[in-house]
Protein backbone atom coordinates (compact mmCIF):
# COMPACT_ATOMS: atom_id res chain seq x y z
CA UNK A 1 0.00 0.00 0.00
CA UNK A 2 3.36 2.22 0.94
CA UNK A 3 4.40 1.77 -3.06
CA UNK A 4 0.86 2.64 -4.38
CA UNK A 5 0.16 5.82 -1.99
CA UNK A 6 3.91 6.84 -3.59
CA UNK A 7 3.09 6.13 -7.10
CA UNK A 8 -0.15 7.73 -7.36
CA UNK A 9 1.34 10.52 -5.91
CA UNK A 10 3.80 10.72 -8.65
CA UNK A 11 0.87 10.44 -10.99
CA UNK A 12 -0.48 13.23 -9.41
CA UNK A 13 2.50 15.24 -10.14
CA UNK A 14 2.57 13.77 -13.68
CA UNK A 15 -0.48 15.16 -14.78
CA UNK A 16 1.07 19.07 -14.82
CA UNK A 17 5.16 17.87 -16.12
CA UNK A 18 6.83 14.54 -16.89
CA UNK A 19 10.52 14.36 -16.55
CA UNK A 20 10.79 13.07 -19.76
CA UNK A 21 15.29 13.31 -19.38
CA UNK A 22 14.51 9.53 -16.69
CA UNK A 23 12.89 7.69 -19.25
CA UNK A 24 14.61 4.81 -21.89
CA UNK A 25 13.77 5.63 -25.80
CA UNK A 26 14.38 3.44 -28.87
CA UNK A 27 14.18 5.37 -32.32
CA UNK A 28 13.72 2.61 -35.30
CA UNK A 29 14.15 4.10 -38.17
CA UNK A 30 16.20 2.92 -41.54
CA UNK A 31 17.20 6.51 -42.32
CA UNK A 32 20.08 8.11 -40.76
CA UNK A 33 18.53 11.62 -41.24
CA UNK A 34 14.99 11.08 -39.71
CA UNK A 35 16.59 9.51 -36.54
CA UNK A 36 19.10 12.46 -35.70
CA UNK A 37 15.93 14.59 -36.24
CA UNK A 38 13.86 12.49 -33.81
CA UNK A 39 16.70 12.15 -31.62
CA UNK A 40 17.09 16.05 -31.16
CA UNK A 41 14.02 16.49 -30.34
CA UNK A 42 13.70 14.31 -27.53
CA UNK A 43 16.61 15.87 -26.38
CA UNK A 44 14.91 19.27 -26.64
CA UNK A 45 12.56 17.35 -24.34
CA UNK A 46 15.63 16.37 -22.00
CA UNK A 47 15.28 13.11 -22.83
CA UNK A 48 19.17 11.50 -22.57
CA UNK A 49 18.73 7.34 -22.77
CA UNK A 50 17.86 6.93 -26.33
CA UNK A 51 18.68 3.92 -28.36
CA UNK A 52 18.67 4.00 -32.08
CA UNK A 53 18.12 0.97 -34.41
CA UNK A 54 18.61 1.22 -38.59
CA UNK A 55 16.47 -2.08 -39.34
CA UNK A 56 14.22 -4.57 -37.83
CA UNK A 57 16.65 -6.87 -36.76
CA UNK A 58 18.86 -4.41 -34.86
CA UNK A 59 15.59 -3.01 -32.97
CA UNK A 60 14.78 -6.90 -32.06
CA UNK A 61 18.08 -7.59 -30.53
CA UNK A 62 17.36 -4.46 -28.65
CA UNK A 63 13.92 -4.84 -27.54
CA UNK A 64 14.87 -8.55 -26.09
CA UNK A 65 17.82 -6.52 -24.33
CA UNK A 66 16.32 -4.02 -22.82
CA UNK A 67 12.95 -2.38 -21.02
CA UNK A 68 12.33 0.57 -22.60
CA UNK A 69 9.14 3.36 -22.06
CA UNK A 70 9.05 4.38 -25.16
CA UNK A 71 9.35 3.71 -28.61
CA UNK A 72 9.48 5.25 -31.99
CA UNK A 73 9.01 2.80 -34.87
CA UNK A 74 8.99 3.73 -38.57
CA UNK A 75 6.18 1.49 -40.37
CA UNK A 76 8.43 0.91 -43.57
CA UNK A 77 12.05 0.29 -42.92
CA UNK A 78 13.37 -1.40 -45.93
CA UNK A 79 14.59 -4.73 -46.21
CA UNK A 80 13.93 -7.09 -43.64
CA UNK A 81 10.75 -6.29 -40.90
CA UNK A 82 8.65 -3.53 -41.03
CA UNK A 83 7.22 -1.78 -38.07
CA UNK A 84 3.71 -3.79 -38.26
CA UNK A 85 6.40 -6.85 -37.97
CA UNK A 86 8.23 -5.67 -35.00
CA UNK A 87 4.81 -4.46 -32.88
CA UNK A 88 3.80 -7.62 -33.69
CA UNK A 89 6.54 -9.83 -32.85
CA UNK A 90 6.79 -8.23 -29.42
CA UNK A 91 2.85 -8.75 -28.63
CA UNK A 92 3.66 -11.83 -29.61
CA UNK A 93 6.75 -12.26 -27.36
CA UNK A 94 5.42 -9.94 -24.35
CA UNK A 95 8.44 -8.27 -24.65
CA UNK A 96 6.42 -4.95 -23.59
CA UNK A 97 5.18 -4.39 -20.53
CA UNK A 98 1.83 -2.66 -20.23
CA UNK A 99 2.88 0.80 -19.54
CA UNK A 100 5.21 0.97 -22.43
CA UNK A 101 4.51 3.65 -24.99
CA UNK A 102 4.73 2.67 -28.58
CA UNK A 103 4.15 5.48 -31.07
CA UNK A 104 4.43 4.11 -34.84
CA UNK A 105 5.57 6.47 -37.11
CA UNK A 106 5.14 6.81 -41.20
CA UNK A 107 5.10 8.85 -44.41
CA UNK A 108 2.06 5.98 -45.34
CA UNK A 109 -1.66 7.22 -45.49
CA UNK A 110 -2.62 4.40 -47.03
CA UNK A 111 -5.75 2.26 -45.67
CA UNK A 112 -3.98 -0.90 -46.15
CA UNK A 113 -0.74 0.72 -44.12
CA UNK A 114 -2.37 2.30 -41.13
CA UNK A 115 -5.08 -1.18 -40.80
CA UNK A 116 -2.07 -3.32 -40.68
CA UNK A 117 -0.40 -1.46 -38.33
CA UNK A 118 -3.70 -0.62 -35.93
CA UNK A 119 -4.32 -4.61 -35.65
CA UNK A 120 -1.32 -4.77 -33.41
CA UNK A 121 -2.46 -1.69 -31.78
CA UNK A 122 0.14 0.93 -30.92
CA UNK A 123 -0.53 3.47 -29.01
CA UNK A 124 -0.40 6.09 -31.88
CA UNK A 125 -0.14 6.50 -35.41
CA UNK A 126 2.00 9.39 -36.29
CA UNK A 127 2.09 10.93 -39.83
CA UNK A 128 5.79 12.30 -41.37
CA UNK A 129 6.61 15.42 -41.03
CA UNK A 130 6.39 15.40 -37.29
CA UNK A 131 6.74 18.73 -35.41
CA UNK A 132 8.40 18.81 -31.92
CA UNK A 133 5.33 20.11 -30.53
CA UNK A 134 2.77 17.36 -32.22
CA UNK A 135 5.39 14.64 -30.59
CA UNK A 136 5.22 16.41 -27.55
CA UNK A 137 1.70 16.67 -27.72
CA UNK A 138 1.07 12.84 -28.03
CA UNK A 139 3.50 11.44 -25.81
CA UNK A 140 1.99 13.43 -23.31
CA UNK A 141 -1.53 12.49 -24.08
CA UNK A 142 -0.74 8.70 -24.23
CA UNK A 143 1.97 8.66 -21.40
CA UNK A 144 -0.42 10.29 -19.26
CA UNK A 145 -2.66 6.98 -19.94
CA UNK A 146 -0.64 4.67 -19.63
CA UNK A 147 1.19 4.94 -16.57
CA UNK A 148 -1.47 3.52 -14.38
CA UNK A 149 -0.62 0.67 -15.50
CA UNK A 150 2.94 0.86 -14.12
CA UNK A 151 2.27 -0.92 -10.84
CA UNK A 152 0.49 -3.78 -12.73
CA UNK A 153 3.86 -4.55 -15.23
CA UNK A 154 5.63 -6.78 -11.91
CA UNK A 155 3.04 -8.91 -12.07
CA UNK A 156 1.74 -9.01 -15.83
CA UNK A 157 5.26 -9.92 -16.30
CA UNK A 158 5.10 -12.56 -13.79
CA UNK A 159 2.24 -14.30 -15.59
CA UNK A 160 0.43 -13.31 -11.99
CA UNK A 161 -2.74 -12.80 -13.80
CA UNK A 162 -4.60 -12.46 -10.45
CA UNK A 163 -2.84 -10.12 -8.55
CA UNK A 164 -2.71 -7.93 -12.01
CA UNK A 165 -6.19 -7.83 -11.93
CA UNK A 166 -6.69 -6.65 -8.62
CA UNK A 167 -3.99 -4.02 -8.76
CA UNK A 168 -6.41 -2.69 -11.96
CA UNK A 169 -9.47 -2.46 -9.52
CA UNK A 170 -7.46 -0.06 -6.90
CA UNK A 171 -6.17 2.11 -9.73
CA UNK A 172 -9.80 2.51 -10.94
CA UNK A 173 -10.65 3.11 -7.33
CA UNK A 174 -8.01 6.16 -7.78
CA UNK A 175 -7.76 6.94 -10.92
CA UNK A 176 -11.86 7.20 -12.37
CA UNK A 177 -10.47 8.93 -15.90
CA UNK A 178 -8.85 5.63 -16.46
CA UNK A 179 -11.81 3.94 -15.51
CA UNK A 180 -12.33 2.33 -19.46
CA UNK A 181 -8.43 1.05 -20.19
CA UNK A 182 -7.87 -0.32 -16.63
CA UNK A 183 -11.54 -2.44 -17.06
CA UNK A 184 -10.32 -2.99 -20.79
CA UNK A 185 -6.30 -4.85 -19.17
CA UNK A 186 -9.18 -6.50 -16.53
CA UNK A 187 -11.16 -8.17 -18.64
CA UNK A 188 -8.11 -9.39 -20.87
CA UNK A 189 -6.59 -10.37 -17.24
CA UNK A 190 -9.51 -12.33 -16.57
CA UNK A 191 -9.83 -14.29 -19.57
CA UNK A 192 -5.98 -15.30 -19.48
CA UNK A 193 -7.07 -16.29 -15.60
CA UNK A 194 -9.56 -18.60 -17.05
CA UNK A 195 -12.24 -16.41 -15.99
CA UNK A 196 -14.67 -15.54 -18.21
CA UNK A 197 -17.67 -14.90 -15.73
CA UNK A 198 -15.19 -11.83 -14.28
CA UNK A 199 -14.12 -10.83 -18.29
CA UNK A 200 -18.02 -10.61 -18.55
CA UNK A 201 -18.59 -8.15 -15.97
CA UNK A 202 -15.58 -5.87 -17.03
CA UNK A 203 -17.16 -5.52 -20.02
CA UNK A 204 -20.67 -4.82 -19.21
CA UNK A 205 -19.47 -2.27 -17.04
CA UNK A 206 -17.60 -0.51 -19.61
CA UNK A 207 -20.62 -1.12 -21.94
CA UNK A 208 -22.81 0.99 -18.88
CA UNK A 209 -20.71 3.45 -19.87
CA UNK A 210 -20.39 3.37 -23.54
CA UNK A 211 -20.60 1.54 -26.86
CA UNK A 212 -17.19 0.31 -26.97
CA UNK A 213 -17.15 -2.03 -29.95
CA UNK A 214 -13.83 -4.27 -28.20
CA UNK A 215 -16.19 -4.60 -25.48
CA UNK A 216 -18.87 -5.65 -27.69
CA UNK A 217 -16.58 -8.18 -29.16
CA UNK A 218 -14.88 -8.92 -25.77
CA UNK A 219 -18.53 -10.44 -24.67
CA UNK A 220 -18.68 -12.48 -28.23
CA UNK A 221 -15.34 -14.19 -27.44
CA UNK A 222 -16.86 -15.04 -24.08
CA UNK A 223 -20.10 -16.40 -25.68
CA UNK A 224 -17.63 -18.59 -27.79
CA UNK A 225 -15.45 -20.24 -25.20
CA UNK A 226 -19.04 -21.17 -23.79
CA UNK A 227 -19.66 -23.34 -27.21
CA UNK A 228 -22.51 -20.25 -28.04
CA UNK A 229 -21.67 -20.04 -31.45
CA UNK A 230 -24.73 -18.55 -32.89
CA UNK A 231 -24.79 -16.15 -30.43
CA UNK A 232 -21.42 -14.74 -30.84
CA UNK A 233 -21.78 -14.78 -34.78
CA UNK A 234 -24.45 -12.59 -34.38
CA UNK A 235 -22.47 -10.12 -32.05
CA UNK A 236 -19.36 -9.88 -34.25
CA UNK A 237 -21.59 -9.12 -37.44
CA UNK A 238 -23.41 -6.69 -35.16
CA UNK A 239 -19.79 -5.11 -34.44
CA UNK A 240 -18.70 -5.09 -37.86
CA UNK A 241 -21.63 -3.38 -38.99
CA UNK A 242 -21.19 -0.77 -36.51
CA UNK A 243 -17.13 -1.07 -37.84
CA UNK A 244 -16.28 -2.22 -40.96
CA UNK A 245 -12.59 -1.80 -39.89
CA UNK A 246 -12.87 -4.33 -36.88
CA UNK A 247 -10.61 -6.63 -37.86
CA UNK A 248 -10.01 -9.02 -35.21
CA UNK A 249 -13.82 -9.04 -35.18
CA UNK A 250 -14.04 -10.88 -39.21
CA UNK A 251 -11.40 -13.46 -37.98
CA UNK A 252 -13.98 -14.47 -34.92
CA UNK A 253 -16.88 -14.37 -36.77
CA UNK A 254 -14.56 -16.97 -38.83
CA UNK A 255 -14.17 -19.11 -36.53
CA UNK A 256 -17.78 -18.97 -35.13
CA UNK A 257 -19.07 -19.98 -38.75
CA UNK A 258 -16.21 -22.79 -38.84
CA UNK A 259 -17.15 -23.99 -35.17
CA UNK A 260 -21.00 -24.48 -36.46
CA UNK A 261 -19.37 -26.05 -39.81
CA UNK A 262 -20.44 -23.51 -42.37
CA UNK A 263 -16.98 -23.66 -43.76
CA UNK A 264 -18.30 -21.48 -47.02
CA UNK A 265 -19.52 -18.66 -45.09
CA UNK A 266 -16.45 -18.96 -42.90
CA UNK A 267 -14.65 -18.59 -46.46
CA UNK A 268 -16.32 -15.60 -47.31
CA UNK A 269 -16.23 -13.93 -44.09
CA UNK A 270 -11.92 -14.56 -44.42
CA UNK A 271 -11.92 -13.52 -48.00
CA UNK A 272 -13.43 -9.98 -47.09
CA UNK A 273 -11.37 -9.46 -43.89
CA UNK A 274 -8.25 -10.06 -46.49
CA UNK A 275 -9.53 -7.12 -49.03
CA UNK A 276 -9.54 -4.88 -46.24
CA UNK A 277 -6.20 -5.62 -44.80
CA UNK A 278 -4.47 -8.67 -46.66
CA UNK A 279 -0.85 -8.23 -44.68
CA UNK A 280 -2.05 -10.26 -42.10
CA UNK A 281 0.02 -13.53 -42.08
CA UNK A 282 -2.54 -15.71 -39.70
CA UNK A 283 -5.55 -14.31 -42.18
CA UNK A 284 -4.27 -14.98 -45.11
CA UNK A 285 -3.16 -18.54 -43.81
CA UNK A 286 -6.83 -19.23 -42.69
CA UNK A 287 -8.44 -18.21 -45.67
CA UNK A 288 -6.17 -20.50 -47.72
CA UNK A 289 -6.96 -23.57 -44.96
CA UNK A 290 -10.62 -22.88 -45.46
CA UNK A 291 -10.59 -22.56 -49.05
CA UNK A 292 -8.81 -25.99 -49.47
CA UNK A 293 -10.76 -27.42 -47.59
CA UNK A 294 -13.96 -26.34 -50.07
CA UNK A 295 -12.06 -27.55 -52.55
CA UNK A 296 -11.53 -24.01 -54.00
CA UNK A 297 -7.70 -24.02 -55.26
CA UNK A 298 -7.93 -20.63 -57.00
CA UNK A 299 -8.36 -18.90 -54.21
CA UNK A 300 -6.27 -20.95 -51.94
CA UNK A 301 -3.50 -20.65 -54.03
CA UNK A 302 -4.03 -16.81 -53.81
CA UNK A 303 -3.85 -16.59 -49.93
CA UNK A 304 -0.98 -19.06 -49.19
CA UNK A 305 1.15 -17.66 -51.80
CA UNK A 306 0.56 -14.02 -50.30
CA UNK A 307 0.98 -15.68 -46.69
CA UNK A 308 4.35 -16.92 -47.74
CA UNK A 309 5.48 -13.35 -48.81
CA UNK A 310 3.98 -11.67 -46.34
CA UNK A 311 4.91 -13.77 -43.71
CA UNK A 312 9.19 -13.50 -44.76
CA UNK A 313 10.25 -11.38 -42.02
CA UNK A 314 6.93 -12.03 -39.06
CA UNK A 315 6.89 -13.71 -36.11
CA UNK A 316 4.40 -15.43 -37.21
CA UNK A 317 6.12 -17.03 -40.69
CA UNK A 318 4.99 -20.90 -40.23
CA UNK A 319 5.34 -24.02 -42.51
CA UNK A 320 1.81 -24.18 -42.82
CA UNK A 321 1.28 -22.28 -45.95
CA UNK A 322 3.91 -24.18 -48.06
CA UNK A 323 2.88 -27.13 -46.97
CA UNK A 324 -0.70 -26.13 -47.76
CA UNK A 325 0.31 -24.72 -51.35
CA UNK A 326 2.32 -28.25 -51.74
CA UNK A 327 -1.43 -29.52 -51.37
CA UNK A 328 -3.01 -27.27 -53.74
CA UNK A 329 -0.25 -28.23 -56.27
CA UNK A 330 -0.81 -32.04 -55.61
CA UNK A 331 -4.47 -30.98 -56.35
CA UNK A 332 -3.58 -29.56 -59.78
CA UNK A 333 -1.38 -32.18 -60.88
CA UNK A 334 1.62 -29.82 -60.48
CA UNK A 335 3.55 -32.67 -58.90
CA UNK A 336 7.04 -30.81 -59.63
CA UNK A 337 6.32 -27.49 -57.80
CA UNK A 338 4.58 -29.53 -55.13
CA UNK A 339 7.76 -31.56 -54.14
CA UNK A 340 9.63 -27.98 -54.61
CA UNK A 341 7.79 -26.29 -52.02
CA UNK A 342 8.04 -29.55 -49.67
CA UNK A 343 11.76 -29.36 -50.62
CA UNK A 344 11.88 -25.31 -49.46
CA UNK A 345 9.92 -25.64 -46.37
CA UNK A 346 12.91 -28.06 -44.70
CA UNK A 347 15.49 -26.16 -45.41
CA UNK A 348 13.43 -22.89 -43.87
CA UNK A 349 12.26 -25.00 -40.87
CA UNK A 350 15.05 -27.34 -40.31
CA UNK A 351 13.13 -29.40 -37.25
CA UNK A 352 12.17 -33.30 -37.02
CA UNK A 353 8.30 -32.11 -36.67
CA UNK A 354 8.50 -30.29 -40.14
CA UNK A 355 10.85 -33.24 -41.97
CA UNK A 356 7.89 -35.43 -40.90
CA UNK A 357 5.11 -33.19 -41.55
CA UNK A 358 6.43 -32.81 -45.42
CA UNK A 359 6.68 -35.99 -45.74
CA UNK A 360 2.72 -36.82 -44.61
CA UNK A 361 2.16 -33.92 -46.93
CA UNK A 362 4.58 -35.57 -49.74
CA UNK A 363 2.21 -38.86 -49.32
CA UNK A 364 -0.86 -36.92 -49.13
CA UNK A 365 -0.19 -35.22 -53.01
CA UNK A 366 1.01 -38.54 -54.13
CA UNK A 367 -2.22 -40.24 -52.62
CA UNK A 368 -4.26 -37.49 -54.32
CA UNK A 369 -2.82 -37.45 -58.06
CA UNK A 370 -3.81 -41.17 -57.90
CA UNK A 371 0.49 -42.21 -57.69
CA UNK A 372 -0.27 -44.99 -55.39
CA UNK A 373 2.83 -46.83 -55.36
CA UNK A 374 4.73 -43.51 -54.39
CA UNK A 375 1.98 -42.60 -51.91
CA UNK A 376 2.78 -45.98 -50.46
CA UNK A 377 6.41 -45.62 -50.12
CA UNK A 378 6.02 -42.39 -48.39
CA UNK A 379 3.96 -44.14 -45.60
CA UNK A 380 6.16 -46.75 -45.16
CA UNK A 381 9.13 -43.98 -44.24
CA UNK A 382 6.88 -41.98 -42.22
CA UNK A 383 6.74 -45.47 -40.22
CA UNK A 384 10.14 -45.54 -40.18
CA UNK A 385 10.65 -42.58 -38.69
CA UNK A 386 7.79 -43.30 -36.68
CA UNK A 387 9.35 -45.99 -34.98
CA UNK A 388 13.23 -44.06 -34.86
CA UNK A 389 11.67 -41.19 -32.73
CA UNK A 390 10.68 -41.46 -28.92
CA UNK A 391 8.47 -37.98 -28.89
CA UNK A 392 5.23 -38.16 -30.64
CA UNK A 393 4.31 -35.12 -33.15
CA UNK A 394 1.39 -32.49 -32.44
CA UNK A 395 -1.84 -33.74 -31.89
CA UNK A 396 -2.91 -32.64 -35.48
CA UNK A 397 -0.15 -33.38 -36.73
CA UNK A 398 -1.16 -37.06 -35.15
CA UNK A 399 -4.09 -37.50 -36.76
CA UNK A 400 -3.22 -35.87 -39.89
CA UNK A 401 -0.28 -38.88 -40.13
CA UNK A 402 -2.77 -41.61 -39.11
CA UNK A 403 -5.53 -40.77 -41.92
CA UNK A 404 -2.67 -41.16 -44.72
CA UNK A 405 -1.28 -44.22 -42.74
CA UNK A 406 -4.65 -45.88 -42.77
CA UNK A 407 -5.13 -44.79 -46.30
CA UNK A 408 -1.99 -46.11 -47.64
CA UNK A 409 -2.69 -49.17 -45.83
CA UNK A 410 -0.33 -49.09 -42.48
CA UNK A 411 -2.92 -50.37 -39.47
CA UNK A 412 -0.24 -50.62 -36.40
CA UNK A 413 1.38 -47.17 -35.93
CA UNK A 414 -1.31 -45.62 -36.63
CA UNK A 415 -3.49 -47.30 -34.48
CA UNK A 416 -0.53 -46.10 -31.84
CA UNK A 417 -0.74 -43.05 -32.74
CA UNK A 418 -4.17 -42.30 -32.34
CA UNK A 419 -4.19 -44.34 -28.70
CA UNK A 420 -1.57 -41.74 -27.44
CA UNK A 421 -3.56 -38.60 -28.57
CA UNK A 422 -6.67 -40.62 -26.70
CA UNK A 423 -4.69 -40.76 -23.57
CA UNK A 424 -3.61 -37.48 -23.80
CA UNK A 425 -6.88 -35.97 -24.22
CA UNK A 426 -9.00 -38.15 -22.11
CA UNK A 427 -11.29 -35.78 -21.37
CA UNK A 428 -11.94 -34.21 -24.36
CA UNK A 429 -15.00 -35.29 -25.72
CA UNK A 430 -14.74 -33.21 -29.30
CA UNK A 431 -11.38 -34.82 -30.04
CA UNK A 432 -12.24 -38.17 -29.28
CA UNK A 433 -15.37 -37.43 -31.49
CA UNK A 434 -13.08 -36.10 -34.23
CA UNK A 435 -10.35 -39.91 -33.74
CA UNK A 436 -13.84 -41.94 -33.95
CA UNK A 437 -14.18 -40.27 -37.50
CA UNK A 438 -10.74 -41.40 -38.65
CA UNK A 439 -11.11 -45.03 -37.30
CA UNK A 440 -14.68 -44.81 -38.92
CA UNK A 441 -13.15 -43.72 -42.31
CA UNK A 442 -10.98 -46.99 -41.80
CA UNK A 443 -13.67 -49.39 -41.59
CA UNK A 444 -12.01 -49.78 -37.76
CA UNK A 445 -15.50 -48.17 -36.02
CA UNK A 446 -15.94 -51.31 -33.13
CA UNK A 447 -11.91 -51.25 -32.92
CA UNK A 448 -12.37 -47.54 -32.71
CA UNK A 449 -14.49 -47.43 -30.42
CA UNK A 450 -12.86 -50.20 -27.83
CA UNK A 451 -9.53 -48.65 -28.16
CA UNK A 452 -10.62 -45.15 -26.76
CA UNK A 453 -12.40 -46.75 -24.12
CA UNK A 454 -9.33 -48.38 -23.12
CA UNK A 455 -6.98 -45.75 -23.69
CA UNK A 456 -9.26 -43.35 -21.38
CA UNK A 457 -9.14 -45.73 -18.47
CA UNK A 458 -5.31 -45.53 -18.44
CA UNK A 459 -4.93 -42.17 -18.77
CA UNK A 460 -7.48 -42.03 -15.86
CA UNK A 461 -5.71 -45.15 -13.70
CA UNK A 462 -2.46 -43.31 -13.93
CA UNK A 463 -4.02 -40.05 -12.69
CA UNK A 464 -6.06 -41.43 -10.23
CA UNK A 465 -2.56 -43.53 -8.52
CA UNK A 466 -1.05 -40.35 -8.08
CA UNK A 467 -3.70 -37.88 -6.90
CA UNK A 468 -4.44 -40.72 -4.24
CA UNK A 469 -1.02 -40.84 -3.22
CA UNK A 470 -0.79 -36.95 -2.70
CA UNK A 471 -4.54 -37.30 -0.79
CA UNK A 472 -3.10 -40.36 1.51
CA UNK A 473 0.15 -37.90 2.64
CA UNK A 474 3.02 -39.80 0.87
CA UNK A 475 4.07 -36.31 -0.70
CA UNK A 476 7.22 -37.85 -2.11
CA UNK A 477 5.73 -41.04 -3.64
CA UNK A 478 3.16 -38.64 -5.20
CA UNK A 479 5.40 -36.22 -6.84
CA UNK A 480 7.86 -39.09 -8.08
CA UNK A 481 4.19 -40.92 -9.71
CA UNK A 482 3.11 -37.87 -11.19
CA UNK A 483 6.75 -36.83 -13.05
CA UNK A 484 6.12 -40.82 -14.36
CA UNK A 485 3.14 -39.91 -15.50
CA UNK A 486 4.08 -36.47 -17.23
CA UNK A 487 6.54 -38.45 -19.03
CA UNK A 488 4.20 -41.21 -20.45
CA UNK A 489 1.19 -38.39 -21.58
CA UNK A 490 3.79 -34.91 -21.56
CA UNK A 491 0.28 -33.38 -22.98
CA UNK A 492 -2.54 -34.14 -20.48
CA UNK A 493 -4.01 -30.98 -18.89
CA UNK A 494 -4.79 -32.95 -15.89
CA UNK A 495 -2.02 -34.99 -15.45
CA UNK A 496 -0.12 -31.42 -16.05
CA UNK A 497 -2.53 -29.75 -13.21
CA UNK A 498 -2.24 -32.32 -10.71
CA UNK A 499 0.89 -32.62 -10.92
CA UNK A 500 1.67 -28.49 -10.23
CA UNK A 501 -0.74 -28.98 -7.42
CA UNK A 502 1.38 -31.94 -5.70
CA UNK A 503 4.36 -29.99 -6.37
CA UNK A 504 2.76 -26.90 -4.41
CA UNK A 505 1.23 -29.07 -2.02
CA UNK A 506 4.47 -30.51 -0.87
CA UNK A 507 6.05 -27.18 -0.41
CA UNK A 508 3.29 -26.01 1.40
CA UNK A 509 3.54 -28.74 4.27
CA UNK A 510 6.79 -29.58 3.90
CA UNK A 511 8.79 -26.38 3.21
CA UNK A 512 9.60 -24.20 -0.41
CA UNK A 513 12.12 -25.85 -2.51
CA UNK A 514 14.05 -24.18 -5.05
CA UNK A 515 14.18 -27.31 -7.65
CA UNK A 516 10.60 -28.01 -7.00
CA UNK A 517 9.52 -24.84 -7.28
CA UNK A 518 11.34 -24.50 -10.65
CA UNK A 519 9.33 -27.89 -11.55
CA UNK A 520 6.10 -26.57 -10.88
CA UNK A 521 6.75 -23.58 -12.97
CA UNK A 522 8.19 -25.41 -15.88
CA UNK A 523 5.14 -27.65 -15.97
CA UNK A 524 2.10 -25.16 -15.70
CA UNK A 525 4.44 -22.86 -18.29
CA UNK A 526 3.63 -26.04 -20.18
CA UNK A 527 0.18 -26.10 -19.53
CA UNK A 528 -0.32 -22.40 -21.16
CA UNK A 529 1.97 -23.19 -23.63
CA UNK A 530 -0.25 -26.34 -24.57
CA UNK A 531 -3.76 -24.79 -23.65
CA UNK A 532 -3.95 -21.25 -22.61
CA UNK A 533 -6.42 -19.31 -20.61
CA UNK A 534 -6.92 -22.31 -18.07
CA UNK A 535 -8.37 -21.19 -14.72
CA UNK A 536 -6.47 -23.44 -13.20
CA UNK A 537 -2.72 -22.23 -14.52
CA UNK A 538 -3.35 -18.62 -13.16
CA UNK A 539 -4.72 -19.92 -9.38
CA UNK A 540 -1.69 -22.51 -8.91
CA UNK A 541 1.18 -19.82 -10.40
CA UNK A 542 -0.71 -17.27 -7.54
CA UNK A 543 -0.34 -20.13 -5.24
CA UNK A 544 3.44 -20.80 -6.27
CA UNK A 545 3.99 -17.30 -6.12
CA UNK A 546 3.02 -16.95 -2.67
CA UNK A 547 5.89 -19.73 -1.77
CA UNK A 548 8.66 -18.14 -3.15
CA UNK A 549 10.64 -16.25 -0.08
CA UNK A 550 11.03 -13.63 -2.70
CA UNK A 551 7.40 -12.39 -2.77
CA UNK A 552 8.03 -11.55 0.66
CA UNK A 553 10.83 -8.76 0.02
CA UNK A 554 8.78 -7.49 -3.13
CA UNK A 555 7.86 -3.87 -2.26
CA UNK A 556 11.55 -3.60 -0.77
CA UNK A 557 13.20 -4.87 -4.11
CA UNK A 558 10.38 -1.97 -6.07
CA UNK A 559 11.76 0.71 -3.75
CA UNK A 560 14.84 0.22 -3.91
CA UNK A 561 14.41 0.57 -8.22
Given at each position: ?210 EYQWARAGL ?244 NEGVSLWKT ?89
Amino acid sequence: MIETAKLNASLATSAQHVDWSSKHYLIVDDFVGVRQLMRESLRNLGAKNIDQAASGGEAMALLLRSRYDVVLCDFNLGEGKNGQQILEEVRVRNLLMPSCVWLMVSAEKSTESVMGAAEHQPDAYLIKPITEGVLLTRLNRVWHKKQVFRQIDQAYGEKDFLRAARMCDEQIALHKVHEIDLLRMKAALMLKSGEPGKAREAYERVLQEREYQWARAGLARIRMANGEFEQARQIFQAVIAENRYYMDAYDQLAQAHNAMGQTEEACNVLERAAKLSPNSVTRQRALGEVSLKLGNMGMAEKAFRKCIAIGEFSVMKSADPYLGLARVCGQKNDTKEALQLLALVQKEFTTDQIRLRAKITEGMVYHESGDFRRARLAGNELDEMLADSAERPDIPVCIELATLLFAVGVKESPVELLCYVIRNNHDNSLLLDEVQRVFDKARMSEEGYALIKSSKKEATDMMNEGVSLWKTGKLPEAVAWMRQARASLPNNLRILFNSAQILISHMQQLGYDEALSNEATEVLLHVDKVQPGQQRFAQLMEQLASLCPRAKTGDDQSQAA
